[in-house]
């Protein structure tokens, strides 16, 4: 029994649902059979940013030229559906409030002496805030969608 498991890329995706495809093929003569329509999900694990919406195997049977035996394939089908809650509100809510903080910079006046302390405070939760999420993601050559 052969496991695998396939990464998933991190940045955001305008289209939210989407099959992977993970194929075996035996080169040799061995023949492979599965054994129900339906993967088995017995040790997925539940993820906070994707639903499971469905698992299941399709067997192909491919004849080449150069040989007369059949050369068999099984290609499971894993369709995922992304939790958009999460990127709300954990990156897009954090946002908006902290700008939103910033903006009152603006209304303050300045002779309260609050400004500075105000716009600076604005700057440091941004940071941090940034750092946080730096931490959070894993580490990929592919550059996020919040800093683009």
Do not use: W
């Not at 030229?65 to 369709?79: L, M």
């Not at 300045?110 to 105000?118: D, I, N, Q, R």
């Amino acid at each position: 029994m052969k496991r695998r498991s396939c990464r998933h890329q991190t940045e955001i995706k305008t289209e939210h649902k989407g099959p992977k495809h993970v194929t075996f093929i035996q080169v040799a003569q061995v023949e492979l059979a599965k054994q129900t329509e339906e993967g088995d999900v017995s040790n997925y694990q539940a993820n906070g940013e994707f639903d499971l919406i469905s698992f299941s195997s399709t067997k192909h049977v491919e004849f080449y030229s150069c040989c007369p035996e059949p050369y068999p394939d099984i290609t499971y089908t894993i369709k995922l559906k992304r939790r958009p809650l999460f990127y709300v509100f954990n990156l897009i809510l954090p946002c908006i409030l902290i700008n939103g903080i910033a903006l009152l910079v603006f209304y303050v006046p300045s002779e309260s002496g609050e400004k500075v302390t105000l716009g600076i405070s604005a700057l440091l939760s941004m940071t941090v805030f940034l750092m946080t999420i730096r931490e959070t993601l894993p580490p990929t050559e592919k550059t996020p969608l919040i800093s683009k």
